[in-house]
């Protein structure tokens, strides 16, 4: 079973830029297929971006062109990169993970506020 830690959260004004990162353990990295979710208060949570085992990565519409998702199997990491954030960006963002089973693995999150 993997584990999943965030980090990278914190405030930033509108227009700025946060890079997270989600570090994996317990379980070969490159099993899983990786993404991003977020939750802002009072929303459910929604996709941000997913990362295939495959490399093959989706975006949801509302984050296209501005952020941007990687993974580095080597370091058991996952990386989402924010531009151009928003206050509509605002959430806690959580890291997940897939194994081809279907079941789903969660980290705890990490608040984004994007504020002036």
């Known amino acids: 079973q993997v584990q999943l830690v965030e980090s990278g959260g914190g405030l930033v004004q509108p227009g700025g830029s946060l890079r997270l990162s989600c570090t994996a353990s317990?379980?070969?990295?490159?099993?899983?297929?990786v993404g991003w979710y977020r939750q802002a208060p009072g929303k459910q949570r929604e996709l941000v971006a997913d990362?295939?085992?495959?490399?093959?990565?989706i975006y949801a519409d509302s984050v296209k062109g501005r952020f941007t998702a990687s993974r580095d199997n080597n370091k058991d990491t996952l990386y989402l990169q924010m531009n151009s954030l928003k206050p509509e960006d605002t959430a806690v963002y959580y890291c997940n993970a897939r194994n081809i089973a279907g079941n789903d693995f969660w980290g705890q999150g990490t608040q984004v506020t994007v504020s002036s």
């Open positions: 990362v295939a085992r495959t490399g093959y990565t």
């Open positions: 317990g379980s070969p990295f490159i099993l899983y297929d």
